[in-house]
């Protein structure tokens, strides 16, 4: 079907990458109707003290950043994040220490609540007068041949293009597999995690510092809480589920609150003095899991029943300790208008050329992510891991533009996750070669630093 003729456009989800994609095609003039599940999130939003299905908090980078700005929602967001500098370290005595993200000012990640997201785009997406959101639409069956969706409620619907935006446990996705259209792995991952939230003080305002991500690694197991703009800081405590002989802490073990709070007392006891109902949040907000989903195909060709396309994480579901779930969610959407402004003319062809160009970043970043968790839950407290991060700042004040952090290519700039993949395993191999031996960055010899960057790394691209 050629996109200049589409005037059925069908998308199921109405969370963040489903509606961002339908403002994105109304600002070129195509309509579209958006089939969401769930309740509108706007009539019934989720407090910041209740445990929902997913993390509370996002994070947003640069990627997600450019997608808001190209969808005209930059201040309207704006008005709805808090910024965040860096990592605030907690060790087990309560004391912190401030990792700063970079050596720019600007690079900072911009906390949100989910349902507020979500929310904006929901209004903005209204606001065109060019998509029609319908809620309480649950798919249970797509019938490829015939494109027809049909919901749980017993209605069917035609559809001419059909894009599955509806998340991890994507129903798209799971038609296409059972109808043998698709292959898919999926790996869940042995660790839980549960939602605890930190309320305001007394006057309204933070608990905690509201201008960094605060990170408690203990090792096997780790919490990570993101401040919100109404004084609460959300946090998820990520954990084993079973323990064993190595890690007697896991979810299953903690079955009391005298195991829950001897748990948090030892672990992490500045977070559990801020949480007066911790009791409660124990035994009231289950333990989600995480997981990552591959697929090795994204598109439906015209004739086997599509146009049809998976994007975000129901093309590509990752786990959520590098923060790009949301950001590489909304790269999918600006990445497909690129290729339509670029001269695709039928939803075929955008299609194939969007799983073509994006694949590869889709794998780098699930990797990346896994590997975050690692650094995240352990790496950050050593020694070590402080002075590979002050040789990498040193490094790149000496070479601007020539090397530049894996994490900051990541979450600060938008060239390719498989190219920041790719650097990054080139810059990780030039800070082992001159740190093998040494104790503090005097040591390193930074006239043989210049020549191996010179030597093994190109230009950034700039976006």
């Not at 305002?205 to 408690?216: I, K, T």
């Not at 007392?265 to 977070?271: I, M, R």
Request: hydrophobic share 40%; with cysteine; aromatic share 6%.
């Amino acid at each position: 079907m050629k996109i200049a003729d589409t005037h059925n456009f069908s998308l199921i989800g109405g969370g963040m990458s489903g509606t961002l994609l339908a403002i994105l095609l109304a600002r070129r003039g195509i309509h579209s109707e958006i089939w969401e599940g769930g309740a509108d999130p706007r009539r019934n939003p989720t407090p910041a003290t209740t445990a929902a299905p997913r993390p509370a908090m996002l994070a947003l980078g640069e990627r997600g950043r450019h997608a808001l700005r190209a969808a005209g929602l930059e201040d309207a967001v704006g008005r709805l994040v808090t910024p965040m500098r860096g990592r605030m370290i907690h060790d087990r005595r309560g004391q912190t220490t401030l990792q700063p993200y970079g050596i720019h000012a600007w690079e900072a990640l911009y906390s949100i609540r989910r349902d507020r997201l979500i929310g904006c785009l929901l209004d903005a997406a209204e606001a065109t007068g060019k998509i029609r959101i319908e809620f309480g639409r649950r798919l249970r069956s797509v019938d490829f041949t015939a494109r027809t969706l049909r919901f749980e409620s017993g209605e069917e619907r035609n559809y001419a293009v059909l894009v599955g935006a509806d998340g991890p446990r994507s129903s798209v996705r799971r038609a296409l597999q059972e109808a043998g259209l698709l292959e898919v792995s999926e790996s869940l991952l042995d660790v839980g995690w549960k939602g605890l939230s930190v309320p305001p003080a007394g006057n309204g305002g933070p608990r905690l510092d509201n201008r960094a991500l605060h990170v408690w690694p203990r090792g096997g197991y780790m919490m990570i809480a993101m401040p919100d703009t109404d004084g609460h800081t959300p946090a998820m405590l990520f954990l084993p589920v079973e323990g064993d002989p190595r890690m007697p802490w896991g979810f299953a073990e903690l079955d009391s609150w005298t195991r829950q709070q001897a748990f948090m007392a030892f672990n992490f006891p500045d977070a559990g003095e801020l949480i007066p109902d911790l009791e409660q949040q124990f035994r009231d907000h289950p333990v989600g899991r995480m997981g990552t989903v591959r697929c090795d195909r994204w598109h439906l060709a015209t004739d086997r029943g599509g146009p049809a396309l998976l994007i975000g994480d129901a093309a590509h579901c990752i786990v959520p300790f590098h923060g790009q779930g949301v950001n590489a969610a909304f790269e999918d959407c600006t990445a497909l208008m690129d290729i339509i402004d670029g001269g695709a003319a039928d939803w075929d062809t955008a299609f194939e050329r969007l799983h073509a160009a994006r694949r590869a970043d889709a794998e780098a970043i699930a990797d990346m992510a896994l590997d975050a968790y690692r650094v995240m839950r352990d790496a950050v407290r050593h020694r070590d891991f402080m002075l590979r991060k002050a040789l990498e700042r040193e490094l790149e004040r000496r070479h601007p533009g020539l090397f530049v952090p894996r994490y900051s290519l990541v979450m600060f700039h938008r060239i390719p996750y498989a190219e920041a993949h790719r650097r990054g395993r080139l810059q990780a191999d030039i800070l082992d070669d001159l740190l093998h031996g040494k104790q503090q960055l005097a040591e390193v010899d930074l006239q043989r630093a210049a020549r191996l960057v010179n030597e093994r790394l190109s230009p950034v691209p700039t976006a």
